[in-house]
């Protein structure tokens, strides 16, 4: 039943989800919509059905099913991922200092007596101290947890870190300070970011571009000003109308979305979005699937009602 | 339910099967069946051998044979004793012999979990008292101490000592009808009964009493526990409502495995106790190296655990419909 | 003047754990006027949940209501048995929990869990209570309500849940309704759903409420006042509109900073420094010290009282006056 939606993995790269280098792309979409499928199959954890993904030139699905082990190494280094749960994602029986060194050792980066000057640049790049070398993930807190993961992944240096909803399971001030320490790092090494979130205030924080999923479609992708000031499509209307703004005189026109989300496992033939879409809609809807189009300016749209 | 059923019973299936092949390649491995026939008798002739071994079907390929045991089973047959009672029919003797260990061990069980569950739950309930800490102690102590050590100490304690309880066995040996106990054959067996199903009952309660309180310790921090308090509901109907339904979830599952594991237990206990039931044959069998006997225990003790399980798995999904469903 | 349908004072609830007794909440005091909707807001372990279990007496072990008054129509809850609290549970106050996924008995249907808490506080018969369930889930908008009642909580997605949590704790007509977090598992389009949803029904049916969440989007849009509460004291306590455009606690201003937003879209969000006190051996003085960049000598060891600056407008911090913060919207516009 379960397929890694290929028509997915086409869509990133056949038509414009292409992420530029050094940007700090988000993607964005409710629970299930397929963000996690879609990291994990860049990563070639969850190896795509079919498609392509292309990565600095070359087709990572390609290197993965060869027998070449140094390019999937090479692959394995250059695209990181931060989890979403930082409890679960550091093993409790390693120190930091082995957390962090683990990835150094495998890739060969740095000779054995430096991996200790290394693992304290990157302590500091991450706002931890030296002292915390030592110690296990337990005697964390959760955003410092979320830091050692951070450190992790940028101890090898990638070209692409793909973070998966870094901040979603810590506190309300927390996630300021590690969403301050994306936005500097991304600022300092020009690395690329992959964004994955649910929550549209702080993709649009700190991304540069976002798409919109629904239910394993793009459905609509756009700058983060174009995409929040002008959204096209009337699911990411309704969905940044529904973000509740902390300001009680703020002007609020709510789009509410009536009826229930389809069921993943026998959506919808045409427009997936169609049960719960407030346009006119008609037999298009019903039976084309639409296909995402350039509508100027980069900002492309999957909506047979939207053609500027 | 229904199609859960039978999709359970179904799976049950190859599980069967599955058993019976490895039980039935072990007795082969253990020794040429011909041979251990014989074993009593070594002065036979090499030519009565063989005709025994033909007799028997025992010249045919190993797979042939299997699928002659299974198709005779269907039919009934379990073959005969090599050893016990001039060669009686396995089913016969395993007839003899099953009402004595079902008796003990359902009856065994069914006052565990009587006892278990409800203990289970006040201990949980009155966390830290004394009483949970005298039932968590007994408890451990239970779950710890083997089950023929158990049956020693109460025999020793009961029948030696306070002379309450004969010693072992089934039932008076009827020279006189006076003999049983307060004259009547049915209290004499009850009378028997006393220490042995006392001694397992306890063996199977300690560690369900101990499953029950964690499940219920856990269940209780749940948040529709809360919300059941929340909306007014007494206290009665939180515990045996909302609360006990949901611990009795694992308790099932190790009722299940809990209750194949005493009926392979069984030779040991009822060998202590001196037991008429299928243990004792199967250790009789066993030092007369009774092959036939041993494999007939195993497929009705395989036969009784799957049945076990299936009980089980029905409960299972009657308490959670989240199973039930897929 | 408004009539008070709750007033909370001193109310402190501990903890006694092996580690050591954790005060949870030291010192609350809040008061929710009849027919409105009051946000309490907080980060994480700030004392929200804890205050909320408090007010209707269930909060679980090994945590005590060790001081204070919960004083609901002029009666104290604190002094109730256990008897009387049971027939104010569900039928005057309800309760709403954060998880809807946790917060229903997997192992009965929906029909059950309703009736059963219909019965317990209504003389009526099985079959009323069955039809007054529908007409439940009718007035929580669940469509075919006779179908989706005899489902499993599993059977139903999360906004469902939630609406199915909602009917339950509307059963009896509560005059008062507390929220906690209903909507933060919740996916934003339906939170909106589901927000939209209880104003409408608050206003239908005449409710006050207490409207739990860390979210500060959702109170403005929610609350008619707010209290926070950081490390289980109050900071602050006025009407939506104060609090947002002119918080007079730090810890209020650094909440409403640190949260990004659409509004106000800033280069560099601000940081709180340092995390949520360990509350088994809180800070002297006042607890928001170690974070706060306004605290001076005398914060480490005097305990703010929480005092009415304005008419309405009470807050907890030594140098309230003194200090002036800026609200991001904009400051104080009055
Ligand atoms: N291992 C799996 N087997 C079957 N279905 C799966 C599996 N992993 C994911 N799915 C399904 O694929 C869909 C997309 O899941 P995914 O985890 O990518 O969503 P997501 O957008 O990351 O959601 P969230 O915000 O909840 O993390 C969901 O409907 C999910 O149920
Ligand atoms: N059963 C318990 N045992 C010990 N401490 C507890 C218990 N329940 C809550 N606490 C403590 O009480 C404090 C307040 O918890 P509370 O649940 O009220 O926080 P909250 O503001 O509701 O947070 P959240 O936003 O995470 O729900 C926390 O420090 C917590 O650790
Ligand atoms: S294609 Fe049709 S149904 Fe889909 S979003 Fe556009 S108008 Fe709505
Ligand atoms: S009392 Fe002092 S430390 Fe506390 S909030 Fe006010 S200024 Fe900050
Ligand atoms: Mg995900
Ligand atoms: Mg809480």
Redesign the interface.
Known sequence: MFNKQVGLIHAVDGVSFSINKGETFGLVGESGCGKTTTARAILYIDPPTSGKINFEGKDIVSIFKSKNKEEKLKLRRKIQYVFQNPYASLDPRMTVSDIIIEPLIIHKLVPKKFCYQRLYELLKLVGLEEYHAERYPHEFSGGQRQRICIARALAVEPTLLIADEPVASLDVSVRAQILNLLTELQQKFKTTFLYISHDLSTVRHICHRVAVMYMGRIVEVAKTEDLFEEPLHPYTKALISSIPIPDPLAKKTRIILTGEVPSPINPPVGCRFEARCTYDKDQNCVKNVPKLVDVGNGHFVACEKTKK | MSRYIIRRLLYLIPLFLGILIIVFAATRIAGDPVRLMTALNPHISEQSRINLAHYYGLDQPIYTQFFMYLSQMMAGDLGNSYAIRGGIEVTTLIGDYIGPTMQLQILAMSLALAIAIPVGIISAKK?YSKLDMTVTTTSLLGTCIPVFYMGIIAIIVFSYILGWFPPGSYITQISDTRNYFLGNPTLDILWHMAVPTGVLTFAILAPIVLLVRSSMLEV?????I??????????R?VIYK?AL??ALIPVVTYAGIYFGGMLAGAPITETVFNWPGLGRLFVQATTKLDFPVIMGITVVITIMTLIANLITDITYGY????IR?E | MVKKILKIENLKTYFYTWAGIVKAVDGVNIDVNEGETLGLVGESGSGKSVTALSIIRIVPSPGKIVEGKIIYKGENLVEKKEKTLQDIRGKEIAYIFQDPATSLNPVFTIANQLVEVILRHQKISKKEALEKAIELFRLVEIPDPEIKIWNYPHQLSGGMKQRMAIARALASQPNLLIADEPTTNLDVTIQAQILELMKNLKKKLGMSMILITHDMGVVADTADRITVLYAGRVCETADTKTIFYNPKHPYTQALLTAVPSLALKTEKLNVIPGSIPNLIKPPKGCRFHPRCEYAQQICTKKIPELTEIEPGHKVACLRATEINLKSPLGGSNN
């Not at chain 2, 209780?220 to 529709?224: A, E």
């Open positions: 966390r209780l921090k749940q948040d529709y809360l919300a059941a308090r929340a909306s007014g509901l007494s206290e109907v909302h339904r949901n308490i959670d419909p989240r469903m």
